[in-house]
């Protein structure tokens, strides 16, 4: 899976002082024209402005501002409408073919950006812009960016300056920000952004903005502050009905919910490119969508052919994942319903699947429920298809209020609902509503399970398999034990998931259809001698003897592999020719995988290791195959019946994952797929969280690759866990890339902040990751009139960081800082008294509180 998270260097920071200052500036002075270059102070004072806070979260301010550029954008990465550099979209990546991006070809001149804010707007406390880097084709960022800014009162004063690194410390292929903070907030109509000396022939812009630092962070733990979570209007009954004809035979049977309004709700969170009518029709407007209603379900017109068509609002309601779907029917007044009629779109090639199951509730006070149907085996064999069937009830029930639940996983697309019954109640039965279904609400724990923290470790998956070599004791010590220059220091993962790579089970999206002989080859070579599983004992063993710990073991769990119906002579077992069209066949062949690596385990007396059990591979339950429910349920009661667990890794909203009990699994734990996906919002971490306590979970934590931003990205998983508390509380797996294992790689690596992923993941498996994050020591330095002041930026950092930022500059001089923490400030001529900037550490995952270095210049 691909990741592309939005990069950006510590940022140096450098305001500029006048040119031609006054002897002995002290900061009384006010004796400024608008011609002269001033400083930050000077111009805050003529534009009344107020402090800065820099720990405020940014607001916005340039959101849709006018702007003009002094070089026209190239063709082929044109500004079309001259809205994009202000319309709040930020590149995450290098994709120069988006729109998002704007390209100058700068021949060495300047390029000014001027915004226009169409009147005077306060509190503008940061100026801005995000560029690309990319040397290798010759787009990089300028010597400076010099911030100017003009109001209906002032022409343009020169407010700021920044001065990027030297090419050479900044990373390739990354976005940058270039900003100025200043420490009092200014008032202007107009700000133009002058990028001085480009280094490169090209400037990428994805945004140009200026911002007030007056917000205050929303708490991604609280479900409000998830995006999309309420996708859909919140259902309220009793709800506005429409046109509904009251039919003059009570008596006869009739569609109770033609041309009625209806509502739905989401059981999961719905969120980025899913939560749009083109993947969620809305049964009514909303702000965002004023014309994207669709009250397709009831208005009596059926499709005519199995095709989703191009059209969102016609002829099919439209669900794409959300776990679920909850669709309310207010009939207006009691009714006797004996049924429904509904009609479901399966289009293989679009990924729009019939529902596993259709269930009916009924209630007459909107909040109390009654279950009268359970509907199941919704197929059709054809590759596209409509499935229109009838199901009718037990028996007629006197109800108000219809609520029909179905999965969602991916797409399910209906044209009608039919809700069939009586007006007349006569004869029809009453309602005994049922409580709602208890759920653990509790995580998965260690300590019933034995194990806490499980290493996914890929192997080969066969001898042949030319993208991997096999697993080898050194390979496999520094997930042992945890690993400082060499030497073993403590334990560190405490169970390991041995699976092949993705490649050798899946064609793209397709499951490969192998046999007995690629079963037996990945067996064979999971166990071979001196590798793979063999290694992984000895590496234990090794990591006990130094640790003297004899009594230790680390437990292991071997993987099951898909039975793909297409194989039609699988091979030989107990004298059986087995035939994947035979659903018996598929549970024997997963049973003799069961046997046959139980005996391998058992036959290599492993001494270090312990078998916990099995784990099934595949990430959804695929509804095309409704065999597959059933043999999982009679394979995971073979598995208990011989004594161990099976586990289940589901990806994010994947079929079938809450119900991860009923299919028989011991242990499920829940993938958030934050790392895969820029546009994935942080909050999908507290989400999964929060679902995997009330379905009695455990969590997946995720990294591909070590670089920086993945580093980042893979500490945002155990800041979260650490703060919401599945750190301690629940049981977690580790997918860290497939082939050397972003972990491995982290531990080898001499840069401090790769090599820290090693070190947090040590704290976290041991309960020991802090979410509080040091700051650093402040300084009070002493310079002469004219001169410079120098320093580092010192302290005692929690872990090991990403970089440094000044998030304040100072007042009356300009203060530069290179990657490795070193400032040297420069007053304005003339200038002798106090001044300041404020600095931080950025930990990647997390900002330290601003700390103020002081210059006093004498």
């Not at 208990?640 to 991860?660: A, H």
């Amino acid at each position: 899976m691909k990741k592309l998270l939005a990069f950006c260097l510590p940022l140096a920071f450098l305001a500029l002082g006048g040119l031609a200052a006054p002897a002995k500036v002290t900061a009384a002075d006010s004796s400024i024209t608008n011609d002269d270059r001033v400083t930050p102070q000077q111009i805050t004072t003529v534009l009344n402005g107020s402090a800065t806070d820099p720990t405020k979260e940014a607001v916005r301010l340039t959101q849709g501002a006018g702007y003009t550029t002094s070089i026209k954008s190239a063709a082929q990465y044109t500004d079309t409408d001259t809205k994009e550099l202000t319309d709040g979209a930020v590149a995450t990546d290098q994709n120069f073919t988006d729109p998002i991006w704007s390209g100058y070809a700068t021949n060495g001149q300047d390029l000014v950006v001027e915004m226009n804010l169409g009147k005077d707007v306060a509190d503008i406390s940061r100026i801005g812009a995000n560029l690309a880097l990319d040397q290798d084709a010759s787009i990089g960022v300028p010597a400076a960016m010099e911030v100017w800014a003009a109001n209906a009162q002032h022409d343009y004063a020169l407010v700021g300056k920044n001065i990027p690194a030297a090419d050479a410390k900044l990373p390739a292929g990354n976005t940058y920000t270039a900003a100025v903070t200043l420490q009092q907030s200014i008032t202007a109509q107009r700000i133009k952004l002058v990028f001085k000396n480009p280094r490169h022939a090209w400037i990428f812009l994805s945004e140009v903005y200026a911002d007030k630092l007056t917000g205050v962070a929303a708490d991604p733990m609280e479900p409000a502050n998830w995006p999309g979570y309420h996708y859909y209007p919140e259902v309220t009954l009793p709800m506005t009905n429409g046109s509904q004809t009251t039919d003059q035979n009570p008596q006869a049977t009739v569609n109770l919910a033609a041309g009625l309004h209806y509502g739905v709700a989401e059981k999961a969170t719905l969120n980025g490119p899913d939560a749009v009518p083109w993947f969620n029709s809305l049964p009514a407007a909303t702000p965002a969508y004023p014309n994207d209603a669709n009250l397709s379900l009831t208005d009596g017109k059926y499709a005519a052919k199995p095709d989703m068509g191009d059209d969102p609002l016609q002829p099919w309601f439209r669900f794409t994942r959300g776990e679920s779907r909850d669709v309310y029917f207010d009939l207006g007044q009691e009714a006797a319903v004996s049924g429904v009629k509904i009609g479901f779109l399966k289009q293989t090639s679009k990924g729009i699947r019939l529902p596993r199951n259709v269930d009916v509730y009924l209630s007459n006070d909107g909040q109390n429920w009654m279950p009268v149907f359970y509907g199941k085996d919704y197929q059709s064999k054809d590759a596209d298809a409509i499935v229109r069937r009838t199901d009718n009830f037990d028996k007629p029930y006197a109800a108000r209020y219809v609520k029909i639940e179905f999965e969602v996983a991916p797409h399910i697309y209906t044209d009608e609902i039919e809700i069939l019954g009586k007006q007349s109640t006569a004869g029809a039965s009453t309602l005994t509503p049922q409580p709602e279904p208890q759920y653990p609400n509790a995580y998965a724990s260690p300590t019933k399970f034995g194990l806490q923290n499980t290493m996914l470790a890929y192997i080969p998956g066969d001898p042949s398999d030319k993208q991997g070599v096999p697993r080898t004791v050194d390979w496999y010590k520094p997930y042992t034990a945890y690993m400082q220059n060499g030497q073993i220091k403590d334990t560190m993962f405490d169970s390991f998931l041995m699976l092949p790579y993705l490649h050798f089970l899946y064609d793209g999206e397709n499951k490969r259809p192998l046999t007995k002989k690629d079963w037996q080859g990945y067996i064979t070579n999971q166990f071979a001698d001196q590798y793979n599983v063999s290694a992984l004992n000895q590496a234990v063993g090794e990591t006990k003897a130094a640790l003297n710990k004899p009594d230790y073991q680390a437990s292991v769990i071997l993987p099951l592999f898909y039975p793909v119906q297409s194989v039609k002579d699988f091979g030989i077992v107990n004298g059986r020719h087995l035939n994947f069209a035979n659903k018996q066949d598929r549970y024997l062949a997963l049973q003799w995988m069961v046997d046959e690596q139980l005996k391998e385990f058992q036959a290599k007396g492993y001494k270090n290791l312990k078998l916990n059990g099995f784990y099934w591979f595949t990430e959804e339950l695929d509804n095309g195959d409704p065999e597959m429910e059933s043999i999982l349920q009679q394979l995971t009661n073979y598995v208990r019946e011989k004594g161990y667990m099976t586990s289940w890794i589901p990806y994010f909203q994947g079929s079938g994952y809450q119900r991860w009990q009923e299919m028989g699994f011991d242990l499920a734990i829940y993938q958030p797929g934050y790392a895969f996906d820029a546009s994935v919002p942080k909050a999908r971490l507290y989400e999964t969280a929060a679902k995997a306590k009330q379905l009695g979970m455990g969590t997946e934590f995720e990294v591909e690759g070590v670089t920086p931003t993945s580093v980042t990205c893979f500490k945002d998983y155990l800041y979260a866990a650490a703060r919401n508390g599945t750190m301690t509380d629940a049981v977690h797996m580790y997918y860290q890339g497939s082939v050397d294992g972003a972990v491995y790689d982290s531990y080898q690596s001499k840069d401090p902040y790769l090599h820290s992923l090693y070190d947090d993941t040590y704290k976290f498996v041991h309960n020991q990751f802090t979410t509080a994050v040091a700051a650093p020591t402040a300084q009070w330095l002493t310079g002469k009139e004219n001169g410079t002041i120098s320093g580092t930026i010192t302290g005692t950092p929690t872990t090991a960081i990403k970089g440094y930022q000044v998030v304040l500059d100072p007042k009356f001089g300009s203060v530069s800082l290179t990657a490795d923490g070193h400032f040297t400030y420069t007053p304005i001529k003339g200038y002798v008294g106090s001044d300041s900037i404020s600095v931080i550490y950025d930990y990647g995952y997390q900002q330290s509180a601003p700390t103020t270095i002081t210059f006093n210049v004498q």
